[in-house]
């Protein structure tokens, strides 16, 4: 007797989604000011929508310009109180502050997932105790400001304006306040319009941590609150990370005042495949470079150049694995690519990837079955991309990786660097000194070797070109939150 | 002929498997791949105090793990050595379980060639129908493939019949790179089936080194069209590292891997963790090791 005919046991993964029973939501959150939830002022109230589902989850007010007025006043007054405090003593605030983070993790994991989309496995794997790492690294800096800007004397800059976008919404707050509060800063802080909710849960923790009133304000809203808060009197720097057109319209309006700026903008980041590369692992890296949070990563490797002499073994591989992509409920732990963020971001997806179909691009999408309601889009492939086309140069923000080929180390170079973007790349290879080599070459703020999309709170990022300026994360991260006194 | 054999970057191997690791396996889908895991096992046995009542109890145990869980299929072989290789062709005849029986010097290989073939004949003359053999690690870390082949299709041809399993002895290759190019040897040399480890040497079935053998084979099949299988050998002793093989297997071969003609797992204690871990999804309750008999 065969042993196929007496066994034929079916395996596939039972659904295992993550219980939000645990997750401690109010029905609605007003604006975050001066160290309490309050009413927004014109009593604005919007639903915040579940993406995978299309349901409400809970009312956020969202902030006018005297919100913004309100905010700005309560960090004026609570800015020399806190930049007086030792730098111990705020490191203590910042540490607490990620202790309530790692405190709340599963729950915070569960609501970045509802509100943006994104698989489970990633809010808990990477937003989260990211997020916490941020705080904590800069907690550490706190009484040691001085030794991160070349032993100069330092003072924090007053009152800092940030915005954040929707694609990490508790990470990139992290991000922008955990600098800010240990170089003496206060902060006024503005989420995304679809994806408040975390923030809004970091404010609570802001009260659990006891932090001074106004060291910190949270103001949800569109675009338009970001614009107030841009051109607010009383501010004195703004960190902003979005979209290039709207870095632009931010950097026109600051113009010719006494107003610090970061900006961390789009990319249309390459991800180079040299023949010698560990051509698994790079396919990994491919994988998690562009399906990585359903695309909506700043830094993806979106633009995949393959070396012509491996180009069909690697898109061989690649097809092969993105057919392993589980497609569906974010909330599932066994998810990998969750929920497009909105309607809005889908419909540009969608307008891109037909654009490279119409230019005469190859289009392959993967068959996975997707939820009738939320937004949705299937991982996606363009082969015979020229570099001229729109899917080649613009970002798409969105689970699509265009594939273009080079036939040498200086080619690919070349086209890299060919790009208005300039945020991140990545390099695989096996050989060292050509990693090296080409890491020096190419202009880009974040060149990843042998692994892509890996963040962690001691190396800097940041971008060339039109992909921003000033950098965040480790001791460069201090500096744009600082003025040298002497 | 000048072929490409391919780099393996070790950081980003041991995070995939470790990802998949993660994989969450619940209710049905942790029933289903515990019968499954069982049905693939090599009920393994490799003492010098092994004997005939040793191995009949082993036996008994292969037919029939768990009496009072019906639904728990017999295992896929028993695995012993040589000279007990015909009280288990006589204790299992019949059953559909098959006998397997180390060879070629086990576990270390350091014996002459004509002792390994004569290994190899006995055990198949006593009934093996499958023939787990050491590769030489002196030969190959020495850095001669060609001795390493040779005696892989010496060792083929003895079998006649009998599938071959090739045991690379991953912990004593010394790099992921050297457990690809071993793969990659032992499948071209005929192996039917490539297996991690003897269980006799440090670490064993590790995820890192299943994924590149099970990548290996992916990317051999994808050239010749030949299926070769695997076995992950050492170290697999709980539901949970069996279970994480089994998602390695299905997230880089595919479910039709997923089945006792291609996948074995070699192990002699996981057997009553996995009987145990499937009596608690019917009971809640994780219960005693008394509950099953140990052979």
């Known amino acids: ?35 309490e939830f309050m009413d927004p002022a014109e009593g604005r109230y919007v639903p915040t929508i579940n993406p995978a589902t299309e349901e409400p989850i809970a009312e956020v007010g969202w902030a006018s310009a005297s919100d913004v007025g309100r905010a700005v006043e309560a960090a004026r007054v609570a800015q020399a109180r806190w930049a007086g405090l030792p730098g111990l003593e705020r490191g203590k605030y910042l540490f607490r502050i990620a202790r309530l983070i790692q405190e709340r993790a599963r729950e915070l994991a569960v609501a970045e997932t509802l509100d943006g989309g994104k698989p489970l496995r990633e809010s808990r794997d990477v937003d989260i105790p990211l997020a916490a790492a941020h705080f904590f690294h800069y907690a550490g800096w706190a009484d040691k400001l001085e030794y991160g800007v070349n032993a100069r004397e330092v003072a924090p800059l007053g009152v800092v304006g940030q915005i954040v976008p929707w694609n990490f919404p508790l990470l990139m707050a992290a991000w922008k306040l955990a600098p800010a509060l240990a170089c003496g800063n206060t902060a006024i802080l503005k989420p995304a319009e679809t994806t408040p909710l975390t923030a809004l849960m970091l404010g609570e923790i802001i009260q659990e941590a006891e932090l001074p009133p106004g060291v910190v304000s949270i103001l949800p809203g569109d675009g338009s609150a970001g614009a107030t808060l841009v051109r607010a009197p009383g501010i004195d720097k703004i960190a902003f990370t979005g979209s290039t057109a709207v870095g632009r ?86 998810t990998d690519v969750g929920a497009i963020n909105s309607a809005e971001q889908l419909e540009r997806i969608e307008t891109l990837v037909a654009a490279g179909e119409d230019e005469g691009a ?73 990693a090296f080599e080409v890491a020096r070459a190419l202009q880009a703020g974040v060149v990843w070797q042998n692994t892509y999309n890996h963040f962690d709170p001691t190396a800097a990022f940041g971008g060339y070109k039109e992909s921003g300026f000033g950098r965040e994360g480790g001791p460069a991260g201090l500096r744009p939150y600082l003025r040298v006194v002497r | 002929m000048i072929r490409r054999l391919g780099h393996v970057d070790r950081v980003g191997v041991e995070e995939r498997a470790a990802q998949l690791g993660k994989r969450s396996i619940k209710t049905t889908a942790k029933q289903q791949g515990i019968r499954l895991a069982v049905s693939m096992l090599d009920l393994t046995t490799l003492e010098g105090a092994d004997t005939a009542g040793k191995v009949r109890h082993l036996c008994a145990k292969a037919v029939c793990p768990a009496p009072t869980i019906p639904e728990i299929p017999s295992v896929a072989a028993v695995c012993v050595y040589p000279s007990l290789v015909g009280v288990a062709r006589e204790a299992l005849d019949g059953t559909g379980v098959r006998v397997a029986s180390v060879a070629t010097g086990f576990p270390a290989g350091q014996v002459s060639l004509e002792a390994k073939l004569r290994d190899t004949e006995d055990a198949v003359a006593a009934g093996a129908e499958e023939i787990d053999m050491v590769i030489s690690r002196e030969a ?66 590790t995820p890192g080194v299943c994924l590149v053998m ?18 992950a050998a050492g170290g697999v002793s709980t539901s949970k590292a069996a279970l994480h093989r089994l998602v390695l297997v299905k997230e880089t071969l595919g479910d039709a891997w997923l089945t006792p003609d291609r996948l074995r797992i070699g192990a002699s204690s996981v057997l009553n963790d996995l009987l145990m871990q499937y009596a608690k999804t019917e009971t809640g309750r994780y219960g005693r090791a008394e509950d099953f008999s140990k052979e």
């Open chain 1, 1 to 35: 007797m065969s042993i196929e005919t007496r066994t034929s046991i079916v395996w596939d993964y039972a659904p295992a989604p993550e219980s939000a029973d645990h997750v401690r939501l109010r029905d609605r959150y007003g604006v975050f000011i001066d160290g």
């Open chain 1, 362 to 434: 190859s289009r392959r999408s993967i068959a996975c079955e997707l939820p009738e309601r939320g937004y949705w889009f299937a991982p996606t492939l363009f082969t015979e991309v020229s570099p001229a086309h729109r899917i080649a140069v613009e970002e798409i923000f969105g689970p699509v990786v265009s594939v273009l080929t080079f036939r040498t180390q200086a080619e690919a170079i070349e086209k890299t660097n060919n790009s208005r973007y300039g945020l991140a790349a990545g390099i695989w290879t096996d050989k060292g000194s050509k």
């Open chain 2, 214 to 231: 099970l990548e290996a084979i992916r990317d051999y099949a994808d050239r010749t069209g030949r299926v070769v299988g695997f076995k």
């Open chain 2, 140 to 205: 190959f870390l020495a850095g001669e493939d060609t001795r390493v082949q040779h005696e892989i299709v010496a060792v083929k041809e003895r079998c006649g019949d009998a599938h071959l399993k090739v045991i690379l002895e991953t912990a004593e290759l010394g790099s992921y790179d050297h457990v690809r190019h071993a793969s990659m040897l032992a499948m071209e040399a005929g192996g039917d089936f490539i297996k991690t480890s003897t269980g006799k040497a440090g670490a064993g079935a």
């Open chain 1, 249 to 334: 319209d931010i950097q026109a309006a600051l113009a010719g005042r006494q107003v610090g700026l970061t900006l961390e903008l789009g990319g249309k980041s390459a991800n180079i495949i040299f023949e010698d590369a560990a051509l698994d692992q790079a396919i990994e890296g491919i994988v998690n470079g562009i399906f990585f949070n359903q695309g909506h990563v700043c830094c993806a490797g979106s633009r995949l150049l393959i070396q012509e002499s491996v180009q069909e073994e690697v898109i061989g591989k690649l097809w092969a694995r993105m057919g392993r992509l589980r497609v569906g409920d974010p909330l599932d732990k066994n």
